[in-house]
């Protein structure tokens, strides 16, 4: 996307740039309207429901049919038993805990606080993302509910009230999905690969014939592009998948994303290829054919042969960095024959934990904690202390839109306050002042709510640069006229509950960006160190000699770098919308990580292979000797990934490991330790220095550059 967006034309406005930039970001693509309808019919249908009944709390249903993911029908029953579950035990939790304090006011404010900091944690080590989403919002409801000066049984009330709008919320949300899974077959994590590819291979071979690119695969390539990677690897990350899966995907998904946006940049270049080019250009979109017919048949795909030596240098530009990013697809599943290995088993959903494995290891989830609970405690202490309940909307706030906060960039301070002005002034004031004193059913307020559930989710589908817009919008204006059973006339009433969201917005600005943040383009740089030592632990493990100790310590390491890695590539999306003096040096610093991330996503791909190899796992077992060469083997790649941090950061030393030798040298005592009728190598052993001799490649490349 970076590449694209510098090799675009400079905008001759502010106005221009953002007609163009809404224009790229509202245009429509295959399935979105299909989304937003589902997404429009089933919050509309819950308040439908909930004004009819007069059922509290109905409006923060609706956010579930907005926020809530949905991969297919399984995923749907799980994410409807899931909401309904932590709601229960989040309840029960409230009505056990508030009991203990709610005669004593000091402690009364350290059970807020402990909830709020419970609360913020909970977003970040929670693996489910829908559990995270139910218990945020029974939070961000239950705190304020239980700091109101009514009796206790009132509250005990409005408690399971909550429980039974998110009943409802979720039976309404899981039928509507239900009634519309057969509209949309497949996988959503390959099939939108699928596209990508099938672009790029069009592009491609209109080169290759030497004909002008058809427009509308321009145009696709170049919405792609704009899209991004993000919101498929926010699925990939959000689905029921195996670790490993979720791995090997998350490196085919990067490595799309990045010729998705070499063939964008493409697209802005003009030449004339010579005629052994159209045949590298010929030979490579049929690899990218056979590739993606190899995803969408649950294959692996199989070795990339390319086989330019001796042809003249080519005249296209990018093309030899296209066949590099096209080699390395089948890498992501290494050393494996058959992708159904990589997905979830029984034995991997018994395994499947509730909480990220690295949740008391990685200290990037307390630091989270701790700066939301500050905002949010912040807003709490400022709406009590000047007697002004009505704000009391800032804590919820604050927890929603945590659940985006996590591995954010700047920008969307931008999009949560722009939301909240437009979702609460523009469209929850102004439908009060222009629209509601006209009406005088439920039927025309169900059609207000549907209009702008509409234009939220219209928003909320775009890329990352926008959607978080559209779930403002949403917040907003549900705040202001649909958490009452009345048309809300009273304009000081919606003046209060908008004025809590700024507030809320203010004080996560202040705490996350401002006291307690960095920019983007400081924390991508700072991130990509940080993971260049973790795969240098990662390099040096097992540790331990108990496997149980060595298992669960690798997948916890393993865990934080791959959240590290999807992080560094949010980060740099961040850095194109961060201006100043610096601009330009940081997005060549941007340009640069993202090609190392390529080849850091492999080696640490690889490198969970032969970690299998160092263990003995069952069908990698070793001879002694070869085990030795392997550990001295990684050893030295763990100082050499540790001396590409310090070099980073301007204090690494001068002279590089030489990893090609050895590898060369391991290789020497893999053949000296087989015995002579084990020549040639076993399959096994083949494997096993084929993978070696790829993760030796990519560290010296890697280390040269840096």
């Given at each position: 996307m970076g590449t694209i967006a510098q090799s675009l034309p400079r905008p001759s406005s502010v106005l221009t740039w953002l007609q163009g930039f809404l224009k790229e970001e509202l245009a429509p693509y295959p399935g979105r309207a299909a989304l937003v309808g589902r997404m429009t019919l089933a919050a509309t249908l819950i308040i439908i429901v909930g004004m009819t009944f007069r059922i509290p709390y109905s409006w923060q249903g609706a956010i579930y049919a907005l926020i809530v993911s949905r991969e297919n029908t399984r995923a749907t029953l799980q994410s409807a038993a899931t909401i309904f579950l932590v709601t229960g035990i989040g309840a029960a939790y409230f009505l056990a805990s508030v009991s203990l304090v709610i005669n004593d006011p000091l402690l009364h404010f350290l059970w807020i606080i402990g909830t709020l900091l419970l609360a913020f944690y909970a977003v970040s080590v929670l693996t489910n993302y829908t559990a995270a989403v139910a218990f945020i919002n029974l939070s961000a409801l239950a705190i304020p509910l239980w700091d109101r000066h009514v009796p206790a049984e009132s509250n005990v009330e409005d408690t399971l009230w909550l429980c039974l709008a998110v009943l409802v919320a979720v039976v309404i949300t899981?039928?509507?999905?239900?009634?519309?899974?057969?509209?949309?077959?497949?996988?959503?994590?390959?099939?939108?690969?699928?596209?990508?590819?099938?672009?790029?291979?069009?592009?491609l071979i209109c080169y290759a014939d030497a004909r002008a690119v058809d427009p509308a695969t321009q145009k696709q390539i170049m919405r792609m592009g704009t899209l991004g990677t993000s919101l498929?690897?926010?699925?990939?990350?959000?689905?029921?998948?195996?670790?490993?899966?979720?791995?090997?995907?998350?490196?085919?998904t990067v490595l799309v994303g990045r010729l998705v946006d070499l063939a964008g940049a493409l697209t802005q270049l003009s030449f004339n290829p010579s005629p052994s080019d159209q045949i590298r250009l010929r030979n490579l979109a049929a690899i990218v054919a056979m590739i993606r017919v190899d995803l969408l048949n649950r294959r692996v795909p199989g070795p990339v042969q390319l086989h330019n030596d001796g042809q003249p240098a080519s005249v296209?530009?990018?093309?030899?960095?296209?066949?590099?990013?096209?080699?390395l697809i089948p890498l992501a599943f290494a050393n494996s024959q058959s992708i159904q290995e990589y997905l979830p088993s029984a034995e991997d959903a018994r395994q499947k934990t509730l909480i990220a494995r690295d949740a008391f290891s990685n200290p990037e989830h307390l630091r989270f904690a701790l700066k939301g609970c500050m905002a949010a405690?912040?807003?709490?202490?400022?709406?009590?202390?000047?007697?002004?309940?009505?704000?009391?909307?800032?804590?919820?706030?604050?927890?929603?839109?945590?659940?985006?906060?996590?591995?954010?960039?700047r920008q969307k301070q931008v999009l949560r306050i722009t939301g909240a002005i437009v979702g609460g002034f523009l469209l929850g004031m102004g439908s009060q002042v222009f629209i509601l004193p006209y009406i005088d059913s439920i039927a025309g307020f169900v059609v207000l709510f549907a209009a702008v559930t509409v234009l939220s989710a219209w928003f909320l589908t775009s890329s990352p640069r926008l959607s978080y817009f559209g779930i403002q919008v949403a917040l907003a204006f549900y705040l202001v006229n649909a958490s009452e059973f009345k048309m809300q006339t009273s304009l000081a009433v919606a003046r209060d509950r908008?004025?809590?969201?700024?507030?809320?917005?203010?004080?996560?600005?202040?705490?996350?960006?401002?006291?307690?943040?960095?920019?983007?383009?400081?924390?991508?740089r700072r991130r990509f160190i940080s993971n260049l030592r973790l795969l240098g632990q990662f390099a040096r493990e097992p540790l331990s000699k108990d496997l149980r100790i060595a298992r669960a310590r690798s997948l916890a390491l393993g865990e934080t770098i791959n959240a590290n890695l999807d992080n560094v590539r949010a980060l740099a999306d961040g850095v194109l919308f961060e201006f100043g003096p610096s601009r330009d040096h940081d997005l060549a610093v941007r340009d640069r990580i993202r090609q190392w991330q390529t080849q850091l996503r492999i080696l640490f791909i690889t490198r969970?292979?032969?970690?299998?190899?160092?263990?003995?796992?069952?069908?990698?077992?070793?001879?002694?000797a070869i085990q030795l060469a392997q550990e001295e083997f990684d050893n030295r790649l763990a100082r050499a990934l540790d001396g590409m941090a310090d070099r980073m950061i301007g204090d690494g030393p001068t002279q590089k490991e030489d990893l090609e030798s050895a590898f060369a040298q391991l290789e020497q005592t893999a053949r000296k330790a087989l015995p002579i009728q084990q020549h040639p190598l076993t399959p096994q052993m083949q494997s096993f220095l084929l993978l070696s001799g790829r993760i030796a490649a990519l560290a010296d490349s890697l280390e040269k550059e840096i």
């Open positions: 899981g039928a509507v999905e239900l009634a519309f899974v057969h509209l949309r077959p497949g996988d959503e994590v390959v099939l939108p690969i699928s596209d990508q590819l099938s672009a790029v291979g069009h592009l498929l690897r926010q699925t990939l990350g959000r689905s029921g998948y195996s670790p490993e899966y979720s791995v090997a995907m998350g490196g085919v296209v530009p990018l093309l030899s960095e296209m066949e590099h990013t096209v080699a405690g912040l807003c709490y202490v400022i709406y009590n202390a000047i007697a002004w309940p009505g704000i009391s909307t800032a804590v919820t706030t604050c927890l929603l839109t945590a659940l985006s906060t996590t591995g954010s960039s908008v004025v809590g969201i700024l507030l809320g917005l203010f004080m996560m600005w202040l705490v996350f960006d401002q006291f307690w943040g960095a920019s983007a383009a400081v924390e991508m969970i292979v032969l970690w299998r190899y160092r263990v003995g796992f069952p069908g990698f077992e070793l001879p002694e």
